[in-house]
């Protein structure tokens, strides 16, 4: 496990485990890292798989052996304490001793430890603190269109992500506080947020007015879905209150628009070692 104590701008770093024969000069190593992405030292393999390190964070790398006989094991990576899951599994070699290594481009400053063996190796959600519990991301279970607010059609194994990011302002509290706003359909929607105060027990909220959208051609079944985003986030009937529910299901809505969600947890295959 490491510690970043200090990360200069523009500089990059990789945790992970290599072999004697995988230690190389810069990119000509070949092992098994977690960056942000899982990489295996010179290409990206799972893009997206967690946040990208930054200073004043910890990052753990666990070599988890399923099967002895069979040399069957799992490389479990962690961010600041939560469980990203596997990022490498497969057949390794026991006489193939594996070593902790850092990939770096640039310069860094880290303390190094070996803390007791984890007690969690499956992919975690993140916790958020009461104070900013819509950050991260939700996924759209249902979305309600009109004045009647009538249901619109979902397409089967859809992945409709919402996404929270709290900005950090210098502005005083009493201005509320703000959120980037994107939505992902089969195009990407994004937006600002404020929270103004109360509407009965929802959150009071204001859209900037401005969302941009990529401008990919939609798939048929996603178009009317798509439509309704894009107005619900730049229009004064869209969305503007919001809530999460005892049943940690988020509630955006408005005199024309709705959706209920829940937390998304992207789920990795891991990749063969």
Known sequence: EVKVTDFPKGSSLGVGLVTANGFQPGWKTKGYFYNGNITNGSA?????????????????????????????????????????????????????????????????TVTFSTPQSPATFEREQPVYDHGNPYSGDWAIEQAFAGPELGGLHLSGENKFKVSFERVDSASPPDDGVQYHLSVKIDNSFRTSLKITGKMEAFDKIELDGRCMATRRMPSP??????????SALSNPGGFQKMIITEQEKLIMSGPTAEIICSRFIETFEPEKM
């Open 221 to 230: 079944e996603n178009e009317e879905l798509e439509n309704f985003i894009g």
């Open 44 to 108: 990206g393999l799972i893009i997206g798989f967690g946040k990208f390190i930054k200073e004043g964070d910890t990052v753990g790398v666990y070599h988890q052996v399923v099967d002895t006989s069979r040399g069957q094991c799992n490389i479990i990576f962690y961010h600041n304490g939560i469980c990203l899951g596997a990022g490498f599994s497969g057949v390794h070699d026991s006489n193939e001793k594996l070593y902790p290594c850092l990939h770096l481009t640039g310069s860094s």
